[in-house]
């Protein structure tokens, strides 16, 4: 895989694939890798890669009539700036904007820039998208992590356990069917595929490893994904097992989209802190 690496003065290292504009690896400055990636994890025109933090723009999952999550996660992006910022932290930017190609699937012009930065416990994702044509646009979005936890019977979500969700998972599929709240911490094994709107709050994912605090803003909704072991056997680019190695908790605009006039931008931020370890 191709990938650009920055590394922050306290030791933390980022890597990403100009792929989809995507991050492969953050390793906190206690030397733990915090993403999962999978061995089979592929990129390049047309593949997304399995793992990591792809960007899902300008539809997330399959709400629309675009190619599931869009078509930025499989398409090169430029690579912007790579390496230690002003304050010692490491830093990669990454940007796309639209094409022929883009505007065949999608007549709008855009500009796509997806910043990362990461030192001691903490990375921040910055996205930033522009409408950079002369007709209102609207979208949704994902930055759609899949954070790495050791053992996934062991991995426990807290902070949306008063939320009601609309569950994507098993026959109750469907949008717009919410579950009662339920007031225990979420635990994983068969598939979990729930979008969460209006996330109300700061979300800890206990990885096995240290929890992962979870913050965001610009971002309104939540994902919580992992395809439990039926589904996973059918990802090619997923070994056997590979599931029991992740949670995916991702910030999201997805019930109520964002609507850009010419000109104007929008910015969503996922901040993700490392808080104590095993
Ligand atoms: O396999 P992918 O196309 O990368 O999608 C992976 C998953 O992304 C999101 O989390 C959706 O909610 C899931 O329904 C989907 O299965």
Excluded at 201 to 229: H, K, M
Excluded at 248 to 267: F, K, M, Q, S, Y
Aim: charge should be negative.
């Amino acid at each position: 895989m191709d990938l650009i690496e920055a590394q922050a003065h306290d030791g933390t290292r980022l890597a990403a694939c100009p792929y989809g504009g995507h991050l492969t690896s953050w390793r906190s400055a206690d030397g733990v890798e915090r993403l999962f990636l999978s061995p089979l994890a592929v990129s390049g025109p047309g593949q997304s890669i399995r793992g990591g933090v792809p960007v899902c723009f300008p539809q997330f999952s399959g709400f629309g009539t675009l190619p599931k999550h869009g078509f930025v996660r499989n398409r090169r992006w430029d690579c912007v700036a790579a390496g230690t910022d002003a304050e010692g932290r490491a830093s990669l930017r990454f940007a796309i904007a639209d094409d022929d190609d883009t505007r065949r699937l999608w007549p709008f012009a855009f500009h796509c820039e997806l910043e990362a930065t990461a030192a001691g416990r903490q990375l921040e994702l910055a996205l930033q998208v522009r409408n950079t044509g002369d007709t209102a646009l609207s979208f949704t979005v994902a930055l759609h992590g899949y954070f790495a936890v050791s053992d996934l019977a062991q991995a426990e979500l807290r902070g949306l356990e008063a939320s009601e969700w609309i569950d994507h998972a098993g026959p109750a599929a469907g949008i717009g069917v919410p579950q009662p709240a339920e007031f225990t911490p979420l635990r994983f094994g068969a598939e979990v595929d729930r979008v969460y709107p209006a996330l109300p709050g700061v979300i800890r994912l206990a990885t096995g490893a240290g929890d992962l605090l979870l913050t965001q803003s610009g971002f309104s909704d939540a994902v919580v994904w992992n395809p439990g072991p039926d589904k996973a056997a059918a990802l090619t680019d997923l070994p056997p097992g590979g599931e029991r190695h992740y949670v995916c908790v991702e910030a999201a605009v997805i019930h109520d989209p964002v609507v850009l006039a010419p000109g104007a931008r929008w910015r969503g931020v996922q901040t993700v802190r490392v808080d104590g370890c095993a």
